[in-house]
């Protein structure tokens, strides 16, 4: 799906507001806000166009060679037990 693709099903009208902004930076992030909305009520097609939505922003930022970092967690176990 392009960005002007829209989902099967759905309407979206010249008066609904879409923006895009950075709403916050954190110590290994910029968070980026999309917001739009459609006429379509369908908890599935919301899901599906969340999806999309985030499979072309991945797209996108790959065929400009660049990268998204994930979060990541790293957990250190000790053995904890006696040595003789």
């Given at each position: 799906?392009?960005?002007?693709?829209?989902?099967?099903?759905?309407?979206?009208?010249?008066?609904?507001?879409?923006?895009?902004?950075?709403?916050?930076?954190?110590?290994?992030?910029?968070?980026?806000?999309?917001?739009?909305?459609?006429?379509?009520?369908?908890?599935?097609?919301?899901l599906a166009?969340?999806?999309?939505?985030?499979?072309?922003?991945?797209?996108?930022?790959?065929?400009?060679?660049?990268?998204?970092?994930?979060?990541?967690?790293?957990?250190?176990?000790?053995?904890?037990?006696?040595?003789?």
């Amino acid at each position: 799906m392009t960005a002007t693709q829209k989902p099967q099903g759905g309407v979206q009208t010249a008066d609904a507001p879409r923006y895009v902004a950075i709403s916050g930076l954190s110590t290994f992030s910029a968070d980026i806000l999309f917001y739009a909305r459609t006429r379509q009520s369908d908890y599935a097609f919301w899901l599906a166009t969340q999806e999309n939505l985030s499979l072309e922003i991945l797209r996108v930022t790959e065929e400009v060679g660049c990268s998204l970092a994930y979060p990541t967690q790293s957990i250190q176990i000790d053995d904890l037990s006696e040595s003789s």
